[in-house]
């Protein structure tokens, strides 16, 4: 070998090892950003409790603020003359009950949400869903335009952030649409909702005990027997329609059947339930004891399999029927319980001092307070979607 290969050599071979440890710092360099990006993407989000806004805020700034993720917009707008309301929708759209509606809809679409979620499947970010995706959208106002918000949201590609913003957009305006009362969008109307909702219960529990103490008495009014008696009967159709309710949510839950739901007598009763078990087991019939025809069997197979679609429809008719039976049951019950209570009041004024007819108005008084600041507040935010219109930011 001559001399100059051995330099040769020798040069070869550092360049190779030159190569191959800088190759190797770029892979464990991007290692550790990679890691280092997903544990601090962990103090991106945020609990799911209201108060811890400034929190949330904080936690998720790195991520809102990266410029390694993709954004798509849109901007909600209201009239300009109420402006003043635009706020509410800020409360509404990064609220508790609109990210629920938003990671149910992504549960009903398994592609979606894996797309969504992909950069956080992983064993270094455990943090919870609801708190990922608080932080993958954001609202701002406008500064433009005081009666625009601006809806930021992120995905780890475009497409990501565009799937969600689709989501975000169709959901909330679908939400603000199907809005009512007992169900509102508001945090602020939800937890001045549960307010209300414990105060009603407190007060019927009161009610329940005093017309238990004040029963059979002597100076009962014939309104207030009738009243009474009307309350039994409401009682009992209450639990009878709780037992069908509780039955039926057994057999859904251990997957039984269609006619496992015909054990429950008030669904076996219902509308044309019996004339379409009548007419299956008719055809069933015809098919075991028959020698028949194969277009014949045909036919009759067709038409079985169209009665037991019938047959489900109406046992779904039905399901509906008795929650709604039991909901009027329900309030009819309370509405009873309160006249019946009314009437103890004003029969002897000595009541009111009885400390636990003291408490009952008390909590009546709390209850109407509440209700008329809910009342308020509720049309206060109906003013504050009537015109509102989306538009996709440029």
């Known amino acids: 070998m001559q001399p100059w290969h051995s330099v040769l050599l020798i040069l070869l071979t550092l360049v190779i090892f030159g190569a191959g440890f800088y190759?190797?710092?770029?892979?464990?360099?991007?290692?550790?950003?990679?890691?280092?990006?997903?544990?601090n993407s962990q103090t991106l989000t945020s609990p799911l409790n209201e108060n811890n806004s400034s929190i949330q805020n904080r936690k998720s700034k790195e991520l809102q603020t990266s410029t390694a993720w993709a954004e798509s917009k849109?901007?909600?707008?209201?009239?300009?003359?109420?402006?003043?309301?635009?706020?509410?929708?800020?409360?509404?759209i990064k609220g508790n009950t609109f990210l629920k509606s938003v990671l149910s809809t992504l549960n009903l679409n398994p592609t979606a949400k894996e797309m969504v979620f992909s950069p956080f499947l992983n064993d270094v970010f455990i943090e919870p869903e609801p708190e990922i995706m608080r932080s993958l959208f954001s609202a701002a106002h406008n500064v433009e335009s005081s009666s625009q918000l601006i809806i930021i949201v992120r995905g780890h590609s475009g497409k990501a952030a565009q799937l969600l913003l689709k989501i975000i957009f169709?959901?909330?305006?679908?939400?603000?649409?199907?809005?009512?009362?007992?169900?509102?969008?508001l945090p602020e109307l939800v937890n001045q909702k549960k307010e209300i909702l414990l105060l009603h219960k407190n007060y019927l529990q009161l009610a329940e005990q005093i017309q238990e103490e004040n029963q059979g008495s002597s100076s009962q009014s014939i309104e207030e027997i009738a009243l009474k008696s009307e309350l039994m009967q409401i009682k009992s159709e209450l639990d009878s329609h709780v037992e069908a309710l509780m039955g039926i949510e057994r057999i859904h839950k251990e997957g039984k059947e269609y006619s496992a739901f015909l054990t429950i007598d008030a669904l076996t009763n219902f509308g044309k339930v019996q004339e379409f078990i009548n007419?299956?087991?008719?055809?069933?019939s015809m098919l075991v004891n028959q020698a028949l025809e194969p277009i014949l069997t045909k036919e009759i197979t067709k038409n079985l399999t169209m009665l037991k679609s019938s047959l489900d429809h109406e046992l779904a008719k039905g399901i509906e029927h008795i929650k709604h039976l039991s909901k009027s049951a329900l309030l009819r019950k309370v509405e009873l319980q309160k006249r019946i209570v009314e009437l103890e009041m004003k029969k002897n004024d000595i009541h009111s001092l009885h400390p636990r007819f003291k408490l009952l108005k008390s909590v009546k008084k709390?209850?109407?307070?509440?209700?008329t600041v809910f009342s308020?507040?509720?049309?206060?935010?109906?003013?504050?979607?009537?015109?509102?219109?989306?538009k996709k930011a440029s």
């Not at 190759?23 to 544990?39: F, L, M, P």
């Not at 169709?170 to 969008?185: A, G, I």
């Not at 308020?376 to 989306?390: D, V, Y």
């Open 366 to 371: 709390e209850l109407d307070q509440k209700n």
């Open 376 to 390: 308020s507040n509720f049309r206060e935010w109906q003013l504050a979607k009537e015109g509102i219109t989306f």
């Open 74 to 92: 849109f901007i909600i707008e209201i009239p300009q003359e109420k402006s003043h309301l635009l706020g509410l929708h800020k409360e509404a």
């Open 23 to 39: 190759y190797d710092q770029i892979e464990k360099n991007t290692a550790i950003a990679y890691e280092e990006s997903v544990i």
């Open 279 to 284: 007419n299956i087991n008719q055809l069933k």
């Open 170 to 185: 169709e959901n909330y305006k679908r939400d603000l649409k199907k809005e009512t009362t007992d169900n509102p969008l």
